[in-house]
């Protein structure tokens, strides 16, 4: 899995009190697929009254079939589950239904109701700790669950009555976004297939959302009084299939995407899932010949660039993968993921010449993005390099809050208040993490 950790930058996740009962799941960041899912949940968030801005997406690392809402507007999503969902209406269907949550705020009381559940008071604890230093409404969050995976599920299910009226407020939220309701349905039907299918232990996501008759039958009778929608836009259309083929490629064996994207199959995201597969291998030959055709078909594409300098980059050619990461900041100046990537390429030349250079596109990159522990751990070396040990404790210590150490945190708070000007931004930052630190040591008890 190597590839996949420094391919997406997991973030890791974070747990209080005793670590050794905390099994964490790991969260994917991806520009490319994030930039996918907003286009795709965007319309269903106005069309609840949500700016889009104040509700987070999260992808886990799971092949489980799952979606849930924790810690307030956060919605989770399996790529077990993004995998499988084969339309854009699907996708929507089951984000519609997690805002139904959300909108009927099924949440809030489900969390005063956890008791012993601690794991998924983290996920607002840490959240909240990221965005106090952050101040960004899209600051990353973590999720920690407990040893028993099962008991975890228990403590999300919703109830019945929750359930319901989740169903009746998305298939209102996907008519009014123009979708097309049934697709609801269509993925119920597809989760009850997969449930009966399995022979060993639950469906995750019937645990998590229960499926029943009733149910069934209510959605039936909403859908019916529903127009039909229009027509998936083809943009989306597009994007889905390429987030599809680009999960896939990281996730799935070789074997397999082959097997779905055959080597005949020429379209742009068959040509993406064995471009991924094949370095992953790794068989930088074949990767690099598919993503430089890739690059032929879309050469504004940013993605396509980004991938590239990640293949590079991963393969040990630092030195190709900077020219690679600079074309696509060229394309794409703002994402924090992909001038993040720019810095490590840079950093990894081990040229003294580019070191500001590097600490110039990690600092550019938190400046959109405060949670990528990848980058503030690149930002911190590249600061060591050149001499800027104050400026290094403070991006450690803010790697440390976002990975819930917080006792490291604070450690290395103090040693940035002490080497840092006193006043200056980066002290007072050193000041907010420090704080942050003992708010959370106050309520943790
Ligand atoms: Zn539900």
């Known amino acids: 899995m190597r590839y996949l950790l420094t391919a997406f930058a997991a973030v890791v996740l974070a747990a209080l009190g005793s670590v050794s009962q905390v099994a964490a799941f790991g969260l994917i960041r991806d520009t ?11 319309p269903i968030f106005r069309a609840a ?32 589950l993004l995998t499988r ?3 854009v209406d699907q996708l929507r269907a089951v984000i519609s239904h997690e805002v ?9 009381r489900r969390n005063d109701a956890l008791g012993g559940a601690r794991g998924i008071a ?15 409404p899209e600051a990353g969050a973590a999720i920690a669950f407990g040893s028993s ?4 599920r228990n403590a999300l299910a919703h109830s019945r009555a929750e359930e319901a009226s989740a169903d009746q407020s998305g298939l209102r939220y996907i ?20 449930d009966m299918q399995r022979t060993v232990g639950v469906d995750p996501y019937a645990q998590t959302h229960p499926l029943s008759t009733e149910r069934m039958a209510l959605i039936e009778d909403k859908v019916a009084s529903l127009p039909s929608g229009r027509p998936v ?26 097997q779905k994207y055959p080597p005949d199959d020429q379209s742009e995201p068959a040509i993406l899932a064995r471009a991924v597969a094949y370095h992953r291998q790794p068989d930088p030959q074949k990767s690099l010949a598919l993503v430089n055709h890739l690059i032929e078909l879309k050469p504004d594409d940013p993605y396509y660039h980004e991938l590239k300098g990640q293949f590079l980059l991963e393969s040990g050619d630092a030195v190709h993968a900077v020219a690679s990461y600079q074309k696509a900041v060229d394309l794409a100046p703002f994402e924090p993921q992909i001038l993040g990537g720019l810095g490590r390429a840079l950093l990894n030349t081990n040229d003294p010449a580019l070191t500001e250079k590097a600490r110039e596109a990690l600092a550019g990159s938190t400046r959109y993005d405060k949670a990528n522990t990848g980058v503030l751990r690149d930002l911190a070396l590249a600061e060591a390099r050149l001499g800027n040990d104050g400026a290094a404790a403070l991006a450690t210590a803010e790697r440390f809050v976002i990975e819930g150490q917080f006792s490291d945190a604070q450690r290395n708070a103090q040693r940035a208040s002490i080497l840092l000007p006193r006043g200056s931004p980066g002290w007072q930052r050193a000041q907010d993490v420090l704080a942050m630190v003992r708010r959370t040591q106050g309520s943790s008890r």
């Open 32 to 42: 490319e697929i994030e930039a996918t899912l907003d286009r795709i949940a965007n």
């Open 49 to 80: 009254g949500l700016h889009p801005a104040t509700v987070n997406i999260y992808i886990v690392n799971s092949s489980d079939i799952n979606a849930f809402v924790a810690g307030g507007q956060n919605i989770f999503l399996f790529t077990g």
């Open 149 to 152: 995976a099962a008991a975890q």
């Open 85 to 87: 969902l084969q339309t």
């Open 100 to 108: 139904g949550h959300i909108t009927g705020g099924h949440i809030t």
């Open 175 to 194: 008519a009014a976004a123009g979708g097309n309701p049934a697709a609801m349905l269509e993925v119920l039907r597809m989760l009850r297939g997969q």
């Open 233 to 258: 836009d083809a943009e989306d259309t597009y994007w889905h299939a390429r987030m599809v083929a680009k999960l896939t490629g990281f996730l799935a064996r070789t074997r397999s995407v082959v």
């Open 122 to 136: 983290i996920v607002g604890m840490v959240g909240a700790a990221v965005a106090a230093i952050g101040g960004s």
